[in-house]
């Protein structure tokens, strides 16, 4: 029998997540000792710019990174890192060490409720029942954080759990894709025949589906101005590209205004639409 560790590095290997962003501490050493040579540990000094490193790196990777933090107070210092990946759309698979499973009743130093700190920034947020139940814990997380919409996960690990035996457990082949109805596809290009003055708003989702050069053929088919919204982690279109319009304000209001001249208005990849001032405007 394996370990639960042996378990779990093997899965990671099957995964493709052979590099991992970290700052970890005491309750991390159980899983980081004997650290494998295929592996490569990516330190950061501090856990928001960790989960920004892994941020960057799934956004350009296109797979969920592995992110390793220090219990409640990596957790903690996380936070707002964890948050801005979960409006980035980011796969990330979070861990953080538990305090050791037999005194987690004592509330000991370095235990803390971190499967409720990490909410509501992630989609899933688990600690397992068993300890060898960790490895499958994580091939959920995996698959939860492909999932579309993408985003951050988060797995709570007990110290001690590393060394109890387990069964090797077999990564899954999914399918991430989603597609919308045909129909409503169907109904959107008629409109878009129709339209004498149409505009695209192009976000962050164009670029991750891979469909940023799409977009471009689209808009010169379509003769098309294209805005982008108002907060955006990726370039949706071109900017340096004739047809680009700009940047749509942050208030309602403007926006409206903004698009007022258009009879249709294409939104790609993007929130319809995000505000931060208070003016408020026709829907």
Do not use: C
């Amino acid at each position: 029998m394996s370990t639960v560790r042996e378990v779990t590095y093997e899965l990671l290997r099957s995964l493709g997540m052979t590099k991992m962003f970290g700052n970890p501490g005491s309750t991390e050493l159980a899983f980081l000792k004997d650290f494998p040579e295929d592996f490569t540990y990516v330190l950061g000094l501090h856990e928001g710019s960790v989960v920004g490193m892994a941020d960057g790196y799934a956004q350009g990777t296109g797979r969920a990174a592995f992110v390793n933090l220090h219990t409640a107070a990596g957790l903690g210092n996380a936070g707002a890192a964890i948050m801005t990946a979960h409006h980035n759309r980011t796969p990330l698979v979070i861990t953080a060490g538990q305090q050791d499973r037999r005194q987690i009743r004592h509330e000991p130093f370095l235990s803390g409720k971190l499967v409720e700190m990490a909410l509501p920034y992630v989609k899933w947020s688990h600690q397992p029942e068993r300890a060898e139940d960790v490895p499958a814990a994580i091939e959920r997380a995996y698959h939860t954080a492909m999932q579309a919409p993408q985003g951050p996960v988060f797995v709570s690990v007990p110290m001690n759990d590393w060394e109890v035996e387990a069964e090797p457990v077999q990564a899954r082949e999914i399918d991430y894709r989603m597609a919308p109805n045909p129909e409503a596809l169907d109904r959107v290009a008629r409109l878009l025949e129709s339209s004498e003055r149409p505009a695209i708003v192009a976000g962050a989702g164009v670029d991750r589906a891979g469909a940023f050069y799409d977009a471009v053929d689209l808009a010169e088919r379509l003769n098309a101005a294209v805005w982008t919204d108002p907060m955006h982690p990726r370039a949706g279109f071109p900017q340096d590209h004739p047809l680009f319009g700009g940047h749509l304000p942050l208030s309602q209001a403007p926006i409206a205004d903004q698009l007022s001249e258009y009879d249709v208005v294409l939104v790609l990849g993007a929130p319809v639409f995000r505000y931060f001032p208070y003016d408020p405007g026709p829907r």
